[in-house]
Nanobody, 120 residues
Framework: QVQLVESGGGLVQAGGSLRLTCAAS????????MGWYRQAPGKQRELVASIASAGRTNYADSVKGRFTISKDNAKNTVYLQMGSLKPEDTAVYFC??????????????WGQGTQVTVSS
């Protein structure tokens, strides 16, 4: 099992910045990837950014060049630095962790979500 605790959401004006943090605990040695998703009202949850155990990153086209995902392996923590924020970035942001066990089975874990609101 992996437990996730998120922090860092809030209200910011367009053009501003925020940093989201997600700390993992529990069976962290078998984590394969960490990432952030978001869900706006009336929309499906979408991938924002992810980072694999070896460090390869992946971003949604809508955030490329504005958001940066990073991780601290010693702290089992993933960060999402968000810059040049736009009102359309407003959503609940969820931390996601993928764990692969000894048998190759995949397990997804989710944080409780943190609200990011960007005012125009």
């Amino acid at each position: 099992q992996v437990q996730l605790v998120e922090s860092g959401g809030g209200l910011v004006q367009a053009g501003g910045s925020l940093r989201l943090t997600c700390a993992a605990s529990g069976s962290t040695s078998s984590i394969d990837a960490m990432g952030w998703y978001r869900q706006a009202p009336g929309k499906q949850r979408e991938l924002v950014a992810s980072i694999a155990s070896a460090g390869r990153t992946n971003y949604a086209d809508s955030v490329k060049g504005r958001f940066t995902i990073s991780k601290d392996n010693a702290k089992n923590t993933v960060y999402l630095q968000m810059g040049s924020l736009k009102p359309e970035d407003t959503a609940v942001y969820f931390c996601n962790v993928i764990r692969i066990d000894y048998y190759g089975a995949r397990f997804d874990y989710w944080g409780q979500g943190t609200q990011v609101t960007v005012s125009s």
